[in-house]
């Protein structure tokens, strides 16, 4: 057992928190690109840190990776990751209604991410009462190799963390990307903490 196992009740509520936050980023990035997205339910795991890239290979072959850490009141944050495969990432041009050169790949893709994990994240941290800041989005230069080396450079360290991965499908597109949220034990036990007021309020 784990020190930040949740309970069910706690696991709902979670649940219930990041559905609403999906939903509106989904509905945020439907109005950006002017179609309709298909979400599936998001899956919430714990998992070990000698076992990260292992389940993050599992989730998607990746090519394309953007990074953006989070810090909110109360000790809650982490690390989002936007996922894209190589043959969804070159069709961002045409998704965000781009001329060819226009942007540079590296600015549409952390343009697409940005709003996604904004949005997500925002809304997340409102129903929470919290209020999120950002570092600035970094992509990684080749999938999960240099995911890899920019996870063991990251300030926090943790042997388990909370994982939330979400995908997102751009169905007059056939696109897909995957956002991966990474919430270490500490910041878990402070999320328990902000659930548990909720929780009582009903």
Same mark, same amino acid.
């Given at each position: ?101 226009? @942007? +540079?790949?590296?600015? #549409?893709?952390?343009?697409?991410? $940005? ?5 997500? %994240?925002? *809304?997340?941290? &409102? ?16 999938? @999960? +190799?240099?995911?890899? #080396?920019?996870?063991?450079?990251? $300030? ?5 963390? %909370?994982? *939330?991965?979400? &995908? ?35």
């Amino acid at each position: 057992m784990s020190a930040f196992d949740l309970t069910e009740d706690q696991q709902d509520c979670l649940q219930e928190l990041i559905n609403v936050a999906m939903g509106q980023a989904s509905d945020q990035l439907a109005r950006y690109l002017d179609t309709f997205v298909y979400l599936k339910v998001p899956n919430i795991e714990q998992v070990k840190s000698d076992q990260l890239l292992d389940t993050l290979n599992q989730d998607l072959k990746a090519t394309a990776v953007v990074s953006q850490g989070f810090f909110g009141f109360e000790g809650i944050r982490g690390e989002a990751l936007l996922m894209y495969e190589a043959q969804d990432s070159h069709r961002l041009a045409d998704l965000l209604g781009y001329e060819a050169d226009e @942007l +540079s790949f590296d600015e #549409q893709i952390i343009d697409l991410s $940005s709003i996604l994990t904004t949005t997500f %994240l925002n *809304v997340f941290a &409102s129903q929470i009462d919290n209020q999120m800041s950002y570092s600035a989005p970094r992509l990684l230069s080749t999938g @999960l +190799s240099a995911l890899t #080396q920019y996870l063991q450079q990251q $300030s926090f360290n943790w042997d388990l963390a %909370l994982k *939330v991965r979400i &995908s997102y499908q751009v169905t007059d597109y056939s696109f897909n990307c995957e956002m991966v949220l990474l919430i270490p034990e500490e910041a878990i036990m402070n999320i328990k903490t902000v659930i548990d007021r909720i929780l009582e309020e009903f």
